[in-house]
């Protein structure tokens, strides 16, 4: 089952019995780490047992190095987490209000990237390069609370439509703090984008964005190439079967010596 899916049906499954938002963190950990499991290193998320009412971010991105020998309640405050921080909060609560509050700013200032969500929007705090706080990128599962919990009750259609972008978007909030020094990191970012791209653009004529990719490709000086299911075939100018008919992908990209 998709990672998207399962979260979306545990939610539901909390939300007739949950009393506060902290219901929730299990099923939020979970999602995170199903994802994270995928990276190598593999990212862990570590909720804090003692972070409510601290003065402490709710979670925090880990790698295996930073695990072992620690408990979870001495991961934050002894160690602080290598890909960032969480703070999160109720679905009705406002991302972009938590976002701006001192309490971020604080957790930014100490730990260089906060993640806050409200178990359906995302948004991830950093510093742009002038080193002042900013909104690097966000995911919104849903506009508000009704239509999130709406989406929640049809989780397999909702995982559909926005799992692989989602799964996406964790994957590269839980990169963004990593020291990239290998073309091959860049690279996945920029791949990362490319299959987020891709996937909202399913059932467009794609050879239209020939010129896009060709003027991507001569400015970072990098190759995408496209292998598609039939065959494992690689093919360069368009993705088709020749018919019409949209073919499913995965984009990878190539570093030009």
Not at 153 to 180: D, P
């Amino acid at each position: 089952m998709d990672a998207l899916e399962t979260y979306l049906r545990e939610l539901a499954a909390i939300r007739p019995v949950a009393v506060k938002e902290t219901s929730y963190y299990p099923a939020l950990s979970n999602l995170f780490n199903e994802i994270g499991r995928g990276l190598k290193p593999r990212v862990r998320c570590v909720i804090h047992p003692s972070s409510s009412g601290a003065g402490l971010p709710d979670g925090g991105f880990f790698t295996p190095d930073q695990l072992r020998g620690a408990s979870d309640a001495d991961l934050i405050v002894k160690v602080p987490p290598s890909r960032g921080v969480i703070e999160a909060k109720g679905t009705g609560d406002s991302a972009d209000i938590i976002a701006h509050s001192p309490q971020v700013a604080r957790y930014l200032e100490r730990y260089g990237q906060v993640l806050v969500t409200t178990l359906r929007d995302f948004v991830l705090v950093g510093k742009d390069a002038n080193g002042k706080a900013a909104i690097l990128e966000r995911y919104n599962l849903a506009p508000n609370e009704a239509a999130f919990w709406t989406a929640a009750s049809h989780a397999h259609e909702t995982a559909e439509a926005q799992g692989e972008r989602f799964a996406e978007y964790v994957k590269r909030v839980m990169l963004h703090a990593a020291l990239l020094t290998r073309p091959q990191d860049v690279a996945w970012f920029l791949a990362s984008y490319a299959r987020d791209a891709r996937a909202r653009l399913t059932g467009t004529d794609l050879p239209a964005l020939a010129g896009i990719r060709k003027a991507m490709e001569d400015g970072l000086g990098l190759r995408f190439e496209a292998y598609l299911a039939r065959g494992g075939a690689t093919h360069s100018g368009h993705i088709g079967d020749g018919n019409g008919a949209p073919l499913h992908s995965l984009l990878s990209v190539s570093i030009l010596s």
